[in-house]
């Protein structure tokens, strides 16, 4: 039996999903994760007015690594006409600091969103010791076009 996309996503009633003001906002609704044993990656896909449409957990890895791909993360942001997408992981080492490769999986999913017209409004990492994120510590600015 084939597992559709529906069937992955967590959908919120129309017009009725949260709507994110800061990185804060999306740690606190992600704090189930931080204490994981597992690397989880969630992405958050929102409608024009920045209101959440869905949610979805697009990757679970490995102690210290989580395999990302934007095919996985932009096939549920077309299907559900996402106008822009938030991406979240934890870090079960209990360190929110972005790594060289969250840099890069940063990178890679802001090109492609923008090729795609899906912006990546942010990417926060939480963890024991709080959360980061990629937009307030200039991560994500740096790589995308003005």
């Known amino acids: 039996m084939q ?15 949260p ?12 704090k189930f994760i931080e204490e994981s044993p597992r690397e989880i990656m969630v992405v958050f896909y929102l409608d024009t007015k920045n209101r959440v449409i869905a949610r979805e957990i697009v990757s679970v890895g490995i102690l210290n690594a ?5 095919r996985e993360v932009f096939r549920s942001a077309i299907h559900i006409n996402a106008q822009s997408i938030v991406m979240v992981h934890n870090h079960p080492s209990g ?19 923008s090729i795609l017209g899906i912006e990546l409004l942010d990417h926060v990492i939480v963890a024991g010791n709080g959360y980061k994120s990629a937009k307030e510590t200039g991560i994500l600015n740096s790589w995308v076009k003005a």
């Open 95 to 113: 360190e929110a600091e972005f790594s060289d490769a969250d840099t890069e999986v940063t990178k890679c999913i802001a090109e492609a969103g």
């Open 19 to 30: 709507r994110f003001s800061c990185a804060a906002d999306i740690a606190i609704e992600l």
């Open 66 to 70: 989580s395999l990302i791909h934007p």
């Open 3 to 17: 597992v559709t996309i529906r069937e992955l996503i967590h959908e919120y009633p129309a017009h009725a999903g």
